[in-house]
């Protein structure tokens, strides 16, 4: 969102009337340009402009000035909007994936205590119907385990996903890309 703002109040300054202003949000604040004989203040959506212009606006420039404020704040507004579902999509999608896996360990515990519990009586467990549950079932619990530890320490397989799906993801989760 801040780069978008002040990428667009770089072209705001392009303008021939145009000194300078400065720019305030929640976010952060800045400056550009310099500051000029008269001034007028826009807010929109917490984000407030001020315009400096070398000239007193007309009421049709200041139409004018007020459109361009609206439109740069209902678009910064936007992109704050955008960067906070991207972050919010990316701790639900960790979110997501830790309970998976928690539930798998979960469950692969359950069965070995269910395992101990059968070969912890003495009489049980010396019995053949016992020995062959437990030759069974610890090799499957092993299995169970090792995909487990496999799903959390493989990154991504990129292989087959094409760049632009790439880019989208990335757009999408990566929450250092701000912007």
């Not at 604040?29 to 606006?57: C, N, P, Q």
């Not at 320490?153 to 760049?163: A, G, K, L, M, V």
Request: proline letters at 4%.
């Amino acid at each position: 969102p801040n780069r978008f703002l002040e990428q667009a109040l770089r072209e705001v300054a392009a303008l021939p009337w145009m000194r300078g202003g400065r720019w305030r949000s929640q976010d952060g604040e800045g400056e550009f340009g310099t500051l000029g004989a008269h001034s007028t203040r826009f807010d929109y959506h917490g984000l407030e402009l001020v315009f400096h212009t070398g000239i007193a606006l007309s009421p049709a420039l200041f139409l004018h000035m007020r459109l361009l404020a609206q439109v740069v704040g209902e678009f910064y507004e936007g992109k704050r909007r955008e960067t906070a579902l991207r972050r919010h999509a990316y701790l639900q999608a960790v979110h997501e994936t830790g309970a998976r896996l928690t539930h798998d360990v979960k469950n692969l515990l359950q069965s070995l205590n269910v395992l101990c519990s059968v070969v912890a009586s003495e009489e049980r467990a010396s019995s053949p119907q016992t020995q062959a549950l437990v030759r069974r079932q610890l090799p499957a619990l092993a299995q169970r385990l090792s995909a487990t530890l496999e799903r959390l320490q493989r990154p991504i397989d990129t292989s087959n996903i094409t760049e632009e799906a790439l880019r989208w993801f990335h757009f999408i989760f990566d929450p250092m890309n701000q912007n």
